[in-house]
């Protein structure tokens, strides 16, 4: 597609709901990232794929977040016993290759902003 | 670990104004150095880069050029428009890894 497509675009959900975020990236790109942008805050990262490989997921806050990318394509965070401390924006980018030159330019979704009551 | 500061907001300027938005940063090895711009309702976008040092980004009139030395990598624009009212966020990546680190953003209000 022309762009980086998440969805939904807002989510409410109920404290110990489980949540879906999906993230379509930039037709043969290869890298893929989710980010957590809490109010006030600058984007944090939570994982990184090549491919369909998870090649970095150190910002992945603890084991209910847990993201898939099975096709190298789109892909899936998923949030287990959500809690109102996960309530933020999430955000997907995509880039043409990873690399790690450490130079790659970043195309970012709009976001699905997550608010659990 | 990685970390970078940039100027706390709200910022207002008046149009044709002269921009400054203060932005240093620590890092091992060589970063490399972005400013992203968010515009109200649309998703984060490059502004602008630079790779290595004395390096100057520039598009759309902003400007930024990689100090090594102080560290620093401030975004200026001469004469700023309504039009560039958006949350400016600046970031940089290191080399061998993918994450981008990004400062708090500063939020930036153009009066006519």
């Known amino acids: 597609g022309a762009g980086v497509s998440q969805t939904p675009s807002n989510k409410v959900t109920e404290k110990g709901k489980y949540v879906e975020l999906r993230c379509d990236p930039i037709s043969g790109h290869t890298a893929l990232y989710w980010y957590r942008q809490s109010l006030g805050q600058g984007p944090e990262f939570l994982i990184y794929?090549?491919?369909?490989?998870?090649?970095?997921d150190s910002g992945l806050p603890n084991d209910r977040f847990f993201a898939v990318r099975p096709e190298g394509s789109v892909s899936t965070l998923k949030i287990q016993r959500t809690e109102r401390g996960d309530s933020a924006v999430y955000l997907c980018?995509?880039?043409?290759?990873?690399?790690?030159?450490?130079?790659?330019?970043?195309?970012f979704g709009a976001g699905s902003r997550l608010t659990v009551l | 670990g990685n970390s970078v500061t940039q100027m706390e907001g709200p910022v207002t300027l008046s149009e044709e104004a002269f921009l400054t938005i203060n932005c240093t940063y620590t890092?091992?090895?060589?970063?490399?150095l972005f400013w992203y711009v968010q515009y109200p309702g649309e998703g984060l976008q490059l502004l602008l880069k630079a790779t290595k040092a004395d390096d100057k980004g520039s598009n759309k009139g902003f400007e930024a050029t990689y100090r090594k030395e102080t560290t620093s990598f401030h975004l200026e624009k001469g004469s700023v428009q309504v039009s560039d009212s958006a949350v400016y966020f600046c970031?940089?990546?290191?080399?061998?890894?993918?994450?981008?680190?990004f400062g708090t953003g500063t939020r930036l209000t153009i009066i006519p």
């Open positions: 794929f090549q491919g369909t490989g998870a090649a970095d």
């Open positions: 890092a091992t090895g060589y970063p490399s």
């Open positions: 980018a995509s880039s043409f290759r990873g690399g790690g030159s450490g130079a790659n330019v970043l195309t």
């Open positions: 970031a940089l990546t290191n080399f061998g890894n993918e994450k981008l680190t």
